[in-house]
């Protein structure tokens, strides 16, 4: 008969050995008790909030960060217009080598400069008349992107959790990116890369919210910003790589490999978040979970230490004469029913409604900068394997000072900060003329601009995952990603403005977005809620 923690109130220290699995600590003389804590609090005070386990579940799962960039920003070097020059490599025949662009010149007077396979432009002839397909092409992915935030944001917090949406979506992203290389024509190519956009919509979100729910409090905001370094780096080997395979079918596969590397090789090692497991009801998997934290990072979790929900947490439990605490502990182990929520529970709601209407907007604006000032690369007159790389690396110093500042300040004032930064020098744009020397003087405040808007595009990603409960976080996070989506779609249309237009409509999202962001809560040092009824309590 195995002897229980009973036996230890009648003060017989002899049988101390008949319990070799309970710790002493955990061996009451007198009222058994049981200490519940959500897992904030468990991090905190037993497990420890950044340790070893966490940095390296934070670097595996944020690789997937990379492969995102991969699928996104293939399309500049997939769908550039390359160089062109005169067939007899001189003026005449209706030939102009110093014409700004081929649709000036005669049909057969010109020809692509080395590889006609080496883009989607040059092999399907999508300039002049048929230029609008690049962009459309460019549309459609980011609407697929679009769709899919809204698919795998609810997956990830229902059946499939954010390990299992992860898993699902690097598997399309390398069938559909492998199978856009072999596109017979442009219809084909377009298709696949809309249901490339689809998976890749769920990438970002699933791989962020997976790697910052099992940091501490105090360093979730920094890890968070750090993810983005990963994205900037994925756009650095990117160019590396469409350097060395210089045509677009070659281009595709060399990009959609890595994300089959990603699934043997990583997500083995890449456990399911607690916070998943808890509001599914699945109480054992997240201890186990906890324990590992705490083990990896040398500290000990005691028996009676008992994992739930944030509306549960703080109290202790005591337990009768008859009942002891291994009953008790094995009782509170067993699974429970799931806690369920979808976005209708975040509209039901007068305050996540709110918060989830004011994301939407910021992000929708935020990523019409964001992504409008991005979208000169391609026009500039350079090395653009060079010019991709001094882009994606221009905008860590903002991943830095942002990361510097976020504790400090606090996620509000950060926020209204930066995008107001970024909307006074699109403003100071929109004046300057595109001439002389105030070429220069636009270019700068462009720079500056798209400096300001890549810090509170990361940003908002924290804030807004720390907004929302656990149990409807992917779900609140996947509709602002959709909302930055459509930012995305429109972008593009912006540009094509011309004259000062495109840096007034920059100033004017920037300056509007600060406005709306002055009605958002501040999150610093508040903690991550699990269920509605723990944000509303």
Known sequence: MPTTLSSYSNGDEAQDHRTPLLPPSLKPAGNQELEKLCIDEMLQKYCGEFGRWQLRHFILTTLAWALEAFHTMVMI???????????????GFGCDPYAKSVCQLEPGSWKWVGDKAATTVAEWGLVCGDKFKVGLVQALFFGGCMIG???????????????????????????????????????????????????????????????????????RGVAGMCTFYFFSGGIVILSGIAYIFQTWRNLYIATSLPSLLFILLVLPFISESPRWYLIRGRIKEAMNVMSTIATSNGNHLPQGVLLTLDEESSSVSPLSSSTNLDQAYMDHMENKDAVTGSLLDVIRSPLTRTRLFLAVVINFLCSVVYYGLSLNVVNMETNIYLNVILNAVAECPAFMI??????????????IGTLWFSGFFCFIGALVSNVGVWK???????????FGMAGTYNLLFIYTTELFPTVVRNAALGCATQAAQMGAILAPMTVVLGGWLPFGVFAFCGIVGGIFAFYLPETLNQPLYDTMAGLEG
């Open 77 to 91: 070097f997939s769908d550039r217009e390359p160089e062109w020059r005169c067939r007899n490599g001189e003026a």
């Open 149 to 219: 935030a809204g698919i795998f944001g609810h997956l990830s917090d229902s059946s499939l959790g954010r390990k299992g949406s992860l898993i699902v979506v690097c598997i399309l992203n390398t069938i559909f990116g492998t199978l856009t290389s072999f596109s017979p024509n442009y219809w084909t190519y377009v298709f696949f890369r809309l249901l490339t956009g689809i998976s890749t919509g769920g990438v970002g979100l699933c791989a962020f919210v997976l790697a910052t729910e099992p940091v501490g409090l105090k360093m």
């Open 402 to 415: 942002t990361a510097l500042l976020l504790d400090r300040l606090g996620r509000k004032p950060l926020t």
């Open 440 to 450: 220069g003087v636009k270019m700068v405040c462009g720079i500056l601009g798209i």
